[in-house]
């Protein structure tokens, strides 16, 4: 009888995986380190323009409100309120509340009572996003987004004035700007700027909350991006309703 077929021997190959070398995970590591440094510039323009872009939306948005405002009243609001012997109570961003979807806060407040009385505590320290600029290091209550008042602006203090009365131009009349952090008040607090404020903004570069310049909301509803080179004579003409004032708005602003 035949012997059975010896099984034939198989050489067995190691199955061994290379690992990756301690050489290979500082070259990788080097390599992504020169990446971030490569994106950093980028990254931080980036931040002040995305700052920049949304203090312009929420002036923006104040714009659309001081309109809607205007359709609903026939009138802007007030620059402040005021009770039988004249003093003042709320602020024209206080009025416009219900405009910028803040309708359940404008409704906890007690009109007939200044912004600061104690009945009106929980919404003087609220933080109101639109009336606020990414790039202001400000208390979450208070606001740099001033108006300017005066007998011959569009806030003439405690009256309301149309749109109507603007006869020099809607595009070249000023209705609202962003000053620095020193003259920065509580959104509610019935107080803006008056022309000497508004002609001084930029004489300390350091004090803007942007590079250059800053925010203006004009009464077209545009917000232009106001130099602090601007001359005061075109910053003065800014102000005026019916002045007779004419303004380059390719070459002035």
Same mark, same amino acid.
């Given at each position: 009888m035949a012997a059975?077929?010896?099984p034939t021997?198989?050489?067995?190959?190691?199955?061994h995986k290379r690992g990756i070398t301690v050489l290979e995970v500082l070259v990788v590591v080097a390599i992504i380190g020169i990446l971030i440094a490569l994106m950093l510039p980028s990254v931080r323009s980036a931040r002040p323009a995305a700052r920049?872009?949304?203090?312009?939306?929420?002036l923006k948005q104040i714009g659309l409100a001081l309109h809607n405002y205007h359709d609903t009243y026939g009138s802007l609001p007030p620059a402040y309120t005021v009770d039988a012997d004249g003093n003042r109570l709320h602020s024209w961003r206080t009025l416009v509340l219900p405009f910028i979807e803040q309708q359940a806060l404008?409704?906890?407040?007690d009109l007939s009572k200044p912004?600061? /009385?104690?009945?009106?505590?929980?919404?003087?320290?609220?933080?109101?996003?639109?009336?606020a600029c990414p790039s202001a290091a400000l208390s979450k209550n208070q606001t740099a987004f001033l108006a300017?008042?005066?007998? /011959?602006?569009?806030?003439?203090g405690s009256d309301a004035r149309s749109f109507d009365a603007i006869e020099d131009g809607t595009d070249q009349t000023l209705l609202v700007f962003e000053t620095d952090a020193s003259n920065a008040v509580n959104w509610m607090e019935p107080v803006d700027a008056e022309e000497p404020q508004f002609v001084a903004f930029g004489k /300390?570069? /350091?004090?803007?909350?942007?590079?250059?310049g800053t925010h203006a909301l004009i009464a077209d509803g545009s917000v232009r991006f106001l130099s602090r080179e601007l001359s005061a004579e075109t910053r003065r003409a800014?102000?005026?309703?019916?002045n007779g004032d004419e303004i380059n708005t390719a070459t002035d602003f």
């Open positions: 059975a077929p010896r021997a198989r050489r067995l190959r190691p199955n920049r872009t949304q203090c312009k939306n929420n404008y409704e906890k407040i912004w600061n /009385d104690p009945a009106n505590a929980e919404v003087f320290q609220t933080h109101i996003q639109a009336y300017i008042v005066g007998p /011959d602006t569009c806030f003439p /300390d570069k /350091d004090t803007l909350h942007h590079s250059g800014m102000l005026t309703i019916a």
